[in-house]
């Protein structure tokens, strides 16, 4: 809470215990989040409280780059032999201005500021227009101090030209899904290098991307060929939801079959199924275990694509046959590790 607290102090104007505040500005409280990552790393979030006041929607979407355009960038990197390089910007949201009135009354996480009024001006996590303001700075920052310009295929996807070292011509592309940055150049340390002069990145997040928006990222040296290609898998999200499902699935006396070799039983028709339907409680199972299904295809796993969409179709009132239906589709989801082993 103290390093969090430390972040986020820039982002205010502490008051003089006798300064008033200015007219039209609205008292908001701050709220601490509490999170536990995948890595056990502990991490405290100090948020603003958005839900208590009024903000006009058209300042409350912020797009992020689509994982189509992050296909074709690692393709586009593999074709042209370019490098890869992800990061991210720490405290994102408190680089760009706050884009409402508002104040605050400090807590005690704030130490001797505790009981103070401060005026947020930055943009705090949890305001509305947060991922808004952070866009719009992020996206005029790239274009104004590195020469980006973003794409009209894709706004969160940015380029310039460039020479490599040879004197041939090429892109250079950034990739943005919010605080997380993807750099595509012959040489993207030297991009990241710059862009951390107007952005505090994270110095132990400077380097080739492993994961990326929940994917396994990978490089590969092709046989019979001198450079590199990248791929992009669901191994590790697929080893965790497994590990997930059998912890939600066993109080129900239900398990994953280990030997399935197609994605629904063999002559299985959902819409003929004549079942009990499914208690409220197992319903919202149902639903996310096809919620995790359809972000593994989203990875790429396409070959249960279609049967997948089929059991998505009743999320609103599924039977027990489907729900047994939807666990064949798991059991057939298991990877093979490199020595032809399931993954349990």
Same mark, same amino acid.
């Given at each position: 809470?103290? %390093?969090?607290?430390?972040?986020?102090?820039?982002?205010?104007?502490?008051?003089?215990?006798?300064?008033?505040?200015?007219?039209?500005?609205?008292?908001?409280?701050?709220?601490?989040?509490?999170?536990?990552?995948?890595?056990?790393? /502990?991490?405290?979030?100090?948020?603003?409280? @958005?839900?208590?006041?009024?903000?006009?929607?058209?300042?409350?979407?912020?797009?992020?780059?689509?994982?189509?355009?992050?296909?074709?960038?690692?393709?586009?990197?593999?074709?042209?032999?370019?490098?890869?390089?992800?990061?991210?910007?720490?405290?994102?949201?408190?680089?760009?201005?706050?884009?409402?009135?508002?104040?605050?009354?400090?807590?005690?996480?704030?130490?001797?500021?505790?009981?103070?009024?401060?005026?947020? %001006?930055?943009?705090?996590? @949890?305001?509305?227009?947060?991922?808004?303001?952070?866009?719009?700075?992020?996206?005029?920052?790239? /274009?104004?101090?590195?020469?980006?310009?973003?794409?009209?295929?894709?706004?969160?996807?940015?380029?310039?030209?460039?020479?490599?070292?040879?004197?041939? /011509?090429?892109?250079?592309?950034?990739?943005?899904?919010?605080?997380?940055?993807?750099?595509?150049?012959?040489?993207?340390?030297?991009?990241?290098? %710059?862009?951390?002069?107007?952005?505090?990145?994270?110095?132990?997040?400077?380097?080739?991307?492993?994961?990326?928006?929940?994917?396994?990222?990978?490089?590969?040296?092709?046989?019979?060929?001198?450079?590199?290609?990248?791929?992009?898998?669901?191994?590790?999200?697929?080893?965790?939801?497994?590990?997930?499902?059998?912890?939600?699935?066993?109080?129900?006396?239900?398990?994953?079959?280990?030997?399935?070799?197609?994605?629904?039983?063999?002559?299985?028709?959902?819409?003929?199924?004549?079942?009990?339907?499914?208690?409220?409680?197992?319903?919202?199972?149902?639903?996310?275990?096809?919620?995790?299904?359809?972000?593994?295809?989203?990875?790429?796993?396409?070959?249960?694509?279609?049967?997948?969409?089929?059991?998505?179709?009743?999320?609103?009132?599924?039977?027990?046959?489907?729900?047994?239906?939807?666990?064949?589709?798991?059991?057939?989801?298991?990877?093979?590790?490199?020595?032809?082993?399931?993954?349990?």
């Amino acid at each position: 809470m103290a %390093k969090e607290a430390k972040t986020v102090l820039p982002a205010l104007k502490v008051l003089e215990p006798n300064e008033k505040i200015p007219p039209s500005y609205k008292c908001i409280d701050l709220m601490t989040i509490f999170d536990v990552k995948m890595d056990l790393t /502990r991490k405290a979030r100090i948020c603003a409280r @958005g839900d208590q006041i009024d903000t006009p929607p058209n300042v409350t979407y912020a797009s992020v780059v689509t994982r189509e355009s992050i296909r074709i960038g690692f393709m586009l990197a593999s074709l042209n032999e370019l490098n890869i390089l992800s990061a991210d910007v720490s405290g994102a949201y408190l680089n760009a201005l706050c884009a409402e009135n508002i104040y605050t009354i400090l807590g005690d996480e704030f130490g001797d500021y505790a009981g103070r009024k401060a005026i947020i %001006k930055m943009a705090l996590y @949890g305001l509305k227009p947060a991922g808004y303001s952070w866009r719009s700075f992020g996206v005029r920052g790239f /274009r104004e101090e590195l020469n980006f310009i973003p794409c009209h295929a894709d706004m969160d996807v940015s380029y310039r030209e460039a020479r490599k070292e040879n004197g041939s /011509r090429y892109y250079e592309y950034l990739f943005i899904y919010t605080d997380d940055i993807i750099a595509i150049s012959e040489d993207p340390k030297r991009i990241l290098d %710059k862009m951390n002069r107007h952005f505090l990145l994270k110095a132990d997040s400077i380097k080739e991307p492993t994961r990326y928006l929940g994917a396994s990222i990978s490089k590969h040296l092709m046989d019979g060929d001198s450079h590199y290609t990248w791929a992009i898998g669901s191994k590790e999200y697929l080893i965790e939801l497994l590990r997930v499902v059998k912890q939600r699935i066993a109080p129900l006396n239900l398990t994953l079959k280990s030997k399935v070799t197609s994605a629904l039983p063999s002559g299985y028709k959902p819409e003929l199924d004549a079942s009990d339907y499914l208690d409220d409680d197992t319903a919202i199972l149902y639903m996310q275990l096809i919620s995790i299904l359809r972000w593994l295809v989203e990875l790429g796993r396409i070959d249960i694509c279609v049967e997948v969409s089929m059991m998505s179709s009743y999320n609103c009132m599924p039977r027990v046959t489907h729900l047994y239906a939807v666990l064949h589709i798991l059991g057939k989801s298991r990877l093979e590790t490199g020595n032809g082993q399931r993954i349990q």
